[in-house]
């Protein structure tokens, strides 16, 4: 059971437009910056997004964070094949606390 | 080219010791606070534990799950951090990465290919 909840899948379309959901707590999403990670079948996770909505260099515009309260959430717009991966959410708490993960399937 | 390499992992049975490494390159080690995540397989993403940089005390935090069992060190001679981990639970098995976290972004922007632990009788 993970601190953080997102959906377990998420689906579109190459060029559709996908927003993942991220839930947690006061003590974490709520006082703390949202983070996400990318993880390509088979590889290690990738910083996707900082500091709730900021792109670290080289991940493309496609790719945006927000944070609402407690809760916070991942878009992509103009899907690709490419972008078929598992996305987490992550914040701080006592240390750092994860969501379960949400597998993105391009169809 | 940053590169973290993580090697130690292997087989062991229930009550049994392991001990990680992780070796950094192309970044400035001393600096860095180095964390560990585990995944067990077709699973998420789990927090393990940290060491801080010199500057901060070496401090350590960890995971309640393994708090007690698991210890994080470094050697910043060898630019390597390590992981101890001790009456190992067969719950423990997973990929277990070691990542940087980065000052700049606050999330960590470095991570190792993992090494596969497994705990079994």
């Known amino acids: 059971q993970s601190v953080l909840t997102q959906p377990p899948s998420a689906s579109g379309t190459p060029g559709q437009r996908v927003t993942i959901s991220c839930s947690g707590s006061s003590s974490n999403i709520g006082s703390n910056y949202v983070y996400w990670y990318q993880q390509l079948p088979g590889t290690a996770p990738k910083l996707l997004i900082y500091r709730n909505n900021q792109r670290p260099s080289g991940v493309p515009d496609r790719f945006s964070g927000s944070k609402s309260g407690t809760s916070a959430s991942l878009a992509i717009s103009g899907l690709r094949s490419e972008d078929e991966a598992d996305y987490y959410c992550?914040?701080?708490?006592?240390?750092?606390?994860f969501g379960g993960g949400t597998k993105l399937t391009v169809l | 080219e940053v590169q973290l390499v993580e090697s130690g992992g292997g087989l062991v049975q229930p009550g049994g010791s392991l001990k990680l490494s992780c070796a950094a390159s192309?970044?400035?080690?001393?600096?860095?606070?180095m964390h560990w995540v585990r995944q067990a397989s077709g699973k998420g993403l789990e927090w393990v534990g940290r060491i801080r940089s010199k500057a901060n005390s070496y401090a350590t935090a960890y995971a309640a799950s393994v708090k007690g069992r698991f210890t994080i060190s470094r050697d910043d001679s060898k630019n390597t951090a390590y992981l101890q981990m001790n009456s190992l639970k067969t719950e423990d098995t997973a990929v277990y990465y070691c990542?940087?976290?980065?000052?700049?972004?606050?999330?960590?922007?470095?991570w190792g290919q993992g090494t596969l632990v497994t705990v079994s009788s």
């Open positions: 192309g970044f400035t080690f001393s600096g860095s606070a």
């Open positions: 990542t940087r976290l980065s000052v700049d972004t606050g999330g960590f922007d470095y």
């Open positions: 992550a914040a701080w708490d006592v240390g750092v606390v």
